[in-house]
Nanobody, 121 residues
Framework: QVQLVESGGGLVQAGGSLRLSCRAS????????MGWYRQSPGNQRELVAT???????NVAQSVKGRFTISRDNAKNTVYLQMNSLKPEDTAVYYC???????????????WGQGTQVTVSS
């Protein structure tokens, strides 16, 4: 059974920082892209940042220069360092991973349960 377990969300004042972590566990063979998405009330889920197993990143323009995505392949863990947080960053943040299983030739998309980030003004 696969699990993506997120941690690090919470309440912070504008201008503050938080670091999110997401660890993947289970019987998968490999991980391709890992990433973070977010969803605020009334809005669609949107991409925040992704990172490949080789370290190539894609960061949304709205958070570029403030958020940094990184990854520890040995720990199957992806991180999101969030600095200079703004009230508009308030959302539920979801971890995502593309996983390959030994019994399959296709990558499978998995999501974490989400962690709330609230930025007060």
């Amino acid at each position: 059974q696969v699990q993506l377990v997120e941690s690090g969300g919470g309440l912070v004042q504008a201008g503050g920082s938080l670091r999110l972590s997401c660890r993947a566990s289970g019987n998968f063979f490999a991980i391709n892209v890992m990433g973070w998405y977010r969803q605020s009330p009334g809005n669609q889920r949107e991409l925040v940042a992704t990172i490949t197993s080789g370290g190539m990143t894609n960061v949304a323009q709205s958070v570029k220069g403030r958020f940094t995505i990184s990854r520890d392949n040995a720990k199957n863990t992806v991180y999101l360092q969030m600095n200079s947080l703004k009230p508009e960053d308030t959302a539920v943040y979801y971890c995502n991973a593309d996983l390959l299983f030994a019994s399959s030739i296709q990558w499978h998309d998995y999501w974490g349960q989400g962690t709330q980030v609230t930025v007060s003004s």
